[in-house]
């Protein structure tokens, strides 16, 4: 028994507290939690825990050597959210039997890196990209594709695990890995000493690494992931222990190595290292060298400024011409800002290395510099500008000196202007200036943004809302695919027709009553018309804001919304699309977003520590601070919303779950909220993520608890029911229903008809995500079941979630034995499944395969009928895709209609809404449409249903 606990704990399974800290339920619950021991270390007062839902991390209150891996074990403690994870902490372990270890979950690099596994003991592969030993502790960096892993190996690892390239197997347990509060990757950590394995030795001689020219580098990245590739150069210039530049007849590269090995100019290098750095200039990362040969000191290029701005030299050794206007010395380096009639640049030179070169250096000079040439690009990779880093004081060469301070104001009076521009600009490099090392960081978070734009981009283009940008006279500048669609122009038709062709006087005067209102204009909302090429007028309702730039307004941006009921349709059914976008943008961005925020963070702490508080600057920096802090925060709801595609289907009693969650729902509530819960006895099982139905559960408690701010009553009740063959959007048959009723305010229709919407919400910034609802939607839909709202303002709300239900209990979980000797019986019959996606396909053969079918499978709609025509046997039922190369779903069925009239269709599809237009209604109504993504199990049990009806009905 827990000593001092007040209340009596929760018993909990490990997901559960992990689903209860990840939603946010901040109440500090004592739990407790039956699970085998995967993690304990003599030196770490932290052990891991483990049941089958998941693991979690256990912080113990007296930390005790009687606790090993393997053990059985009650642990009761306090939830809290930390470094590790979901933690148990200052909790009470009590041994409660003996066993081996949990075998280790094998996952794949990139699911890992994810956090699909955290907290849980598993095997991973991976080929060292980096290794450190400090002291006795190594720790390896592991490539896997483009996923890359912390290991802390412990003292125990083999020595051959360090050496790069080695193929190692590693047994532990991941973790987040924080830096300055923010998630920025995964760390293993190792549980046993003989937990790294050597698969497969570093090759014997690392030279014989496949060789490419330097252009190849540049595109290698995809190709040699993890592995090492050569190169063969000539140096342009060496920074012992940081960088390597090389010059061969292809190009330039920037060679980053930690090797000191003194090599000259001219000497010719072999240097192997990782390919898969994405930078602008090829770029070989964690590289070692060596010197094959001497040579004549490298020429350097002759070009204008304009041509190094240009991208095309970066990282090579280039000359070029122009006038100091300005010297600065920083901490450990002299920047002299160039002057050229097209552009203003920076030359940089290590202050050691500066000897003799400003003592007799006036401004107005004009200088002949050589150096390794740097591009600075924009946030759409473009190249804007470029630095040279000269080598030293030989670099510099003085063409001419100013004759006197009158002719230098003469000769130079055309370019004052932007002389100023540049003294100013040096003002700010001032501040900003850092070492180099910090620049690459820069120049790395420079080409994460461009790609971050690009998909960005790609969202605007695939927007299915029209958004218009208009300029600051309120003329329109772009428009998406969407806009272009509706209104029959092409955007660049579009740009200079005057605005009153295409949208009404309302849509203008809101626009130009927003400009005139200036940067600080709050958004409108408004309706009004899009005129189109036919001169029809498409209702639409509108959300435009300005958009401003230094206190200035330099445009509007509207996003508008078809309003016709056809597009209205549409729209509901384009709504499963976007959860897909949405979960693959979380995923795609979140991470890289945390890098980001990685670096706003820790340049603006240093921004406060070295400003003085009295200073105009602190507040902005501050404020910069909190942004980034808010944004961090976001980026985890979307990562936490995007962890809903990792499904872990198990056979679960509603009943259990809801018991299970009581006392963690009562206190989400609080006291004004009175829980009322009806669990119909005898309730059947269904097939869900366990994890899942606590999100969904929480997810519409802390809604209602929102609709009830003066206090209500939240009922849950169970139920089995049966669904009559009228349903919509449900396969007929049993099911068991969880309705969730409040008696909190309601919601008017347009609220209604949204409420499903990704990041749609009523609250206010800052409490409301608008996913919470999206997330329930997806996740009932998975499970292959449906959800109904019914709702009105002042009456409360009812949710009512529809689970298929399986009729007998199904013990085959995911990690256990296949399913031939399950209880079903087995099925029999011939199934033809027509797919293009090989992995769909797969997981589709595999399934039926298990639960008894014969499977003839084709991969797009031309081979699928061929494979018709020949088959003379038996054919029971048609599963196709709808959208397939060559010849789609629709049309395959009815070809395979006149050969096998009558053969029952199941069509499965990820695009619902193109679903629509080669299917009939009754057929989207019929239960024979299975919306993508589903799971092995889903797809059987629809199988089974189709081919009971159809020999029911003859
Ligand atoms: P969020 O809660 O972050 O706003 P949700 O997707 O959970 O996002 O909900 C979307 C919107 O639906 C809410 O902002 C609210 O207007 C409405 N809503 C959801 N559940 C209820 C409810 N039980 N009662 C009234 N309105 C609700
Ligand atoms: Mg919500």
């Given at each position: 028994m827990a000593a001092a606990a007040a209340a009596q704990p929760v018993s909990m399974t490990a997901a559960g507290v992990r689903t209860a800290l990840v939603a946010g339920a901040a109440a500090p619950a004592t739990v407790r939690v039956r699970a085998v021991v995967t993690f304990a270390d003599e030196t770490q007062p932290i052990y891991f825990v483990q049941d089958e839902t998941g693991g979690i991390?256990?912080?113990?209150?007296?930390?005790?050597?009687?606790?090993?891996?393997?053990?059985?074990?009650?642990?009761?403690?306090?939830?809290?959210?930390?470094?590790?994870?979901?933690?148990?902490?200052?909790a009470e372990v009590e041994v409660a039997g003996a066993g081996a270890r949990p075998a280790p979950r094998p996952v794949s690099a990139a699911a890992l890196e994810q956090g699909a596994a955290d907290g849980v003991l598993v095997a991973v592969q991976g080929r060292t990209r980096r290794a450190s030993v400090e002291g006795s502790l190594t720790t390896l960096t592991l490539a896997a594709g483009t996923a890359s892993i912390r290991v802390f190996a412990g003292s125990g690892a083999p020595r051959e695990a360090a050496a790069a390239e080695a193929l190692v197997e590693v047994v532990g347990i991941p973790v987040p890995r924080v830096r300055d509060g923010i998630v920025v990757g995964r760390e293993l950590l190792v549980a046993q000493p003989d937990d790294v394995r050597v698969v497969a030795a570093a090759p014997d001689d690392p030279y014989?690494?496949?060789?490419?020219?330097?252009?190849?580098?540049?595109?290698?990245?995809?190709?040699?992931?993890?592995?090492?590739?050569?190169?063969?150069g000539t140096v342009t210039r060496q920074r012992p222990g940081r960088s390597l530049y090389l010059r061969d007849e292809s190009g330039n590269a920037y060679v980053e190595t930690a090797l000191e090995t003194p090599v000259v100019p001219g000497d010719v290098v072999e240097a192997i290292g990782f390919a898969d750095v994405d930078e602008f200039a090829p770029y070989l990362a964690d590289a070692e060298y060596r010197k094959v040969a001497d040579g004549p000191p490298p020429e350097p290029i002759d070009a204008t400024p304009a041509e190094l701005a240009s991208g095309r030299l970066d990282?090579?050794?280039?000359?070029?011409?122009?006038?100091?206007?300005?010297?600065?010395?920083?901490?450990?380096?002299?920047?002299?800002?160039l002057q050229h009639p097209s552009l203003t640049f920076n030359a940089h030179v290590l202050i050691p290395r500066s000897e003799g070169l400003i003592d007799d250096l006036p401004l107005g000079s004009h200088l002949r510099v050589t150096g390794i040439c740097s591009v600075v690009v924009d946030t759409d990779r473009v190249p804007r500008s470029f630095r040279l880093q000269l080598r030293d004081a030989a670099d510099v060469e003085v063409v001419s000196r100013p004759s006197s301070s009158a002719a230098f104001g003469a000769g130079w009076a055309a370019w004052a202007g932007v002389s100023l521009a540049a003294i100013a600009l040096g003002a700010l490099g001032l501040v900003y200036r850092r070492s180099v090392a910090q620049e690459r960081t820069i120049r790395r978070q420079f080409a994460r943004e461009a790609a971050l734009k690009a998909r960005f981009d790609d969202i605007f283009e695939r927007s299915s809302d029209l958004i218009l940008v208009h300029d600051r006279r309120g003329r329109i500048a772009t428009v998406n695919r969407a806009a272009e669609q509706a209104s029959g122009y092409t955007r660049e038709e579009l740009r200079p027709l005057d605005p009153e062709w295409i949208v009404s006087s309302t849509y203008l005067h809101e626009v130009r009553h927003l400009i005139e209102q200036g940067p600080e204009a709050p958004p409108r909302s408004f309706r009004a018309e899009l005129i189109t090429r036919r001169s029809q007028k498409v209702p639409i309702e509108?959300?435009?804001?300005?958009?401003?730039?230094?206190?200035?307004?330099?445009?509007?941006?509207?996003?508008?919304?078809?309003?016709?009921?056809?597009?209205?349709?549409?729209?509901?059914?384009?709504?499963?699309?976007?959860?897909?976008?949405?979960?693959?943008?979380?995923?795609?961005?979140?991470?890289?977003?945390?890098n980001l925020i990685t670096v706003l963070l820790s340049y603006s702490d240093e921004l406060i520590e070295k400003i003085p508080p009295e200073s105009d600057l602190y507040h902005p920096a501050q404020e910069i601070q909190q942004a980034a802090e808010r944004a961090s925060a976001l980026t985890e709801q979307l990562l936490?919303?995007?962890?809903?595609?990792?499904?872990?289907?198990?056979?679960?009693?509603?009943?259990?779950?809801?018991?299970?969650?009581?006392?963690?729902?009562?206190?989400?509530?609080?006291?004004?909220?009175?829980?009322?819960?009806?669990?119909?006895?005898?309730?059947?099982?269904?097939?869900?993520?366990?994890?899942?139905?606590?999100?969904?559960?929480?997810?519409?408690?802390?809604?209602?608890?929102?609709?009830?701010?003066?206090?209500?009553?939240?009922t849950i009740e169970t139920a089995n029911v049966e669904m009559g063959e009228d349903a919509i959007d449900a396969i007929p048959g049993p099911h068991v229903l969880l309705r969730v009723s409040d008696t909190g305010v309601g919601m008017p229709p347009e609220v209604r008809r949204r409420l499903f919407e990704p990041f749609f919400t009523t609250k206010e910034a800052g409490r409301g995500t608008g996913l919470g609802m999206s997330m329930v939607q997806a996740i009932v839909r998975q499970?292959?079941?449906?959800?109904?709202?019914?709702?009105?303002?002042?009456?409360?709300?009812?949710?009512?979630?529809?689970?298929?239900?399986?009729?007998?209990?199904?013990?085959?979980?995911?990690?256990?034995?296949?399913?031939?000797?399950?209880?079903?019986?087995?099925?029999s019959g011939v199934v033809l499944i027509a797919e293009d996606d090989a992995a769909v396909r797969r997981l589709a053969v595999r399934e039926l395969t298990r639960r008894g079918y014969d499977v003839l499978q084709a991969s797009d709609g031309v081979e699928a009928l061929d494979l018709v025509r020949g088959h003379a046997g038996r054919l029971d039922l048609l599963i196709a895709d709808v959208v397939m190369p060559r010849l789609n779903g629709p049309d395959l069925a009815s070809a395979v209609e006149t050969l096998r009239p009558g053969l029952p269709v199941l069509y499965i599809t990820g695009h619902p809404e193109r679903a629509g237009q080669g299917l009939t209604a009754a057929e989207m109504e019929s239960g024979r449409v299975l919306l993508k993504p589903f799971t092995g199990s889903t797809l059987v049990d629809r199988v089974d249903a189709v081919l009971a009806a159809a020999r029911r009905t003859g």
């Open positions: 991390a256990v912080v113990p209150r007296s930390p005790s050597p009687a606790v090993r891996p393997g053990q059985r074990v009650v642990v009761t403690g306090r939830m809290e959210l930390g470094p590790r994870g979901p933690t148990l902490v200052d014989a690494a496949p060789r490419i020219t330097i252009a190849e580098l540049g595109r290698a990245r995809q190709q040699y992931a993890g592995r090492r590739v050569r190169l063969r990282a090579a050794l280039v000359r070029t011409e122009a006038v100091l206007i300005g010297v600065e010395r920083g901490r450990d380096e002299l920047t002299f800002v509108v959300h435009a804001r300005v958009v401003a730039s230094d206190g200035q307004v330099t445009g509007v941006t509207a996003v508008a919304r078809n309003l016709s009921e056809r597009d209205q349709l549409d729209a509901q059914l384009r709504q499963a699309q976007k959860m897909e976008a949405v979960g693959r943008l979380a995923t795609g961005i979140a991470h890289d977003f945390n936490s919303f995007s962890r809903r595609q990792i499904v872990v289907p198990q056979t679960v009693d509603l009943n259990a779950a809801v018991a299970n969650m009581h006392d963690l729902l009562k206190r989400l509530l609080g006291a004004d909220i009175t829980l009322d819960v009806n669990l119909e006895p005898g309730l059947g099982l269904v097939r869900v993520d366990q994890a899942q139905v606590g999100q969904v559960m929480m997810n519409l408690a802390v809604n209602a608890r929102d609709a009830m701010p003066h206090g209500g009553t939240l499970s292959g079941g449906h959800i109904t709202v019914e709702s009105e303002p002042g009456h409360g709300t009812t949710f009512r979630l529809y689970f298929p239900r399986i009729m007998q209990e199904d013990e085959a979980g995911p990690e256990a034995a296949p399913l031939p000797q399950g209880p079903l019986p087995e099925a």
